[in-house]
């Protein structure tokens, strides 16, 4: 219940730093970083494949425990993800020469893909050396841009080779959810995978909550050493970066353990575990509901009437507390009815 717990708080935050009334009016902590550093916006999205790599090892061991076969599911789900992730990219024009091919659920799909292949076949030793090599790979390979900054990294040379047109409209040069920095993205769900482990060890329980801690914190340590040399930075999802969310995802996950698995705390988590129920169909939602609301001219009016009640930016960030209530009331619907998106 705890994962549940932690991925519905994931999700929520999503939903509150994706949809704020005004881009122009947000609190510093709900905007990402502009480069180098970090915020608690950038720990949403590293937090959500770090459970996605949890959750495959607590299912994955079950179904390979009774000989079944993983990897049409995989095949099939990592594509369904990834084209969920155009259908979003595309919606409503669907201009095939300008789509953008990368995006959040994209990168889910693909990471989710090679990290179910290297859960099947290597053994957590070899899921672990996987990781490692991924991290100091993608350092080497960043090494050899002239710089990290904004337009002249290697990560953003890559990008434009392959995918010229086809970017962020933000950035149009680079993209969040390129080519190269999808590597320690893939990292990260390893690190959950690892996590999932510990979890379906014989280990007692304080003694998981003791390790998950001791392991969070230790990778703190070791990304915040690492980021003296390789800065923390989300838009390049630098190593450093990969292996400081990883440390924090695993000490919030703890707390939740201890509280919800082992103390039994678990009234205060239902609505948590309701809105991660639906992770993925809420994104979706989401991201249709944001666009039908900017192309009908719905947004800014909502925006203005909030207004008359606060200030920019608390106007702004209670447009993007409705957002979360919205969706809290879509996942429960789902939820009452037993309607759960699988695939």
Same mark, same amino acid.
């Given at each position: ?8 708080? $994931? ?5 509150? =730093? ?24 950038? $720990? ?7 459970? =996605? ?30 084209? /969920? ?62 710089? /990290? ?10 990008? $434009? ?9 933000? $950035? ?109 169909? =809420? ?61």
């Amino acid at each position: 219940m705890s994962l549940d717990a932690f991925r519905g708080l $994931t999700i929520a935050s999503m939903m509150l =730093v994706n949809n704020p009334g005004s881009w122009d009016h947000v609190y510093a902590p709900l905007r990402h970083a502009e480069w180098h550093g970090w915020t608690f916006t950038d $720990t949403v999205f590293p937090f959500f494949l770090w459970i =996605v790599g949890v959750a495959m090892t607590l299912s994955f061991a079950r179904r390979l425990g009774e000989g079944r076969s993983l990897l049409p599911h995989v095949l099939r789900r990592s594509a369904i993800i990834f084209g /969920l992730g155009l259908l979003l990219n595309g919606f409503p024009y669907y201009n095939l020469a300008v789509l953008r091919i990368p995006g959040v659920l994209q990168r889910i799909g693909v990471c989710y893909l090679i990290a179910a292949i290297v859960f099947v076949y290597l053994s957590w030793r070899g899921q672990m050396l996987v990781a490692a090599g991924l991290l100091l790979g993608y350092w080497g390979l960043m090494s050899l841009g002239p710089s /990290l900054e904004k337009g002249a990294n290697f990560a953003q040379q890559v990008d $434009t080779i392959f995918l010229t047109g086809h970017m962020w409209s933000a $950035t149009k040069t680079w993209d969040p959810e390129g080519i190269v920095s999808t590597l320690p993205a893939i990292a990260t769900v390893l690190f959950g995978v690892l996590t999932g482990h510990l979890l379906r060890s014989a280990l007692p329980l304080l003694d998981k909550v003791g390790w998950l801690m001791v392991g969070g914190n230790a990778l703190i340590f070791a990304g915040l050493l690492w980021d003296k040399v390789l800065p923390v930075n989300k838009n390049l999802w630098t190593s450093s970066f990969t292996v400081l969310m990883a440390g924090l995802a695993m000490v919030v996950f703890g707390c939740c353990y201890w509280l919800i698995d082992v103390k039994g705390w678990r009234r205060w988590a239902d609505p948590f575990v309701i809105y991660g129920s639906n992770a993925i169909a =809420v994104y979706v939602v989401a991201g249709l509901f944001a666009r039908m609301m900017g192309l009908l001219q719905w947004k800014q009016p909502v925006y203005e009437a909030l207004l008359g009640m606060a200030s920019p930016v608390n106007a702004s960030l209670l447009y993007a507390a409705g957002n979360v209530l919205l969706l809290y009331l879509v996942a429960l619907g789902l939820y009452r009815r037993g309607w759960f998106l699988r695939f």
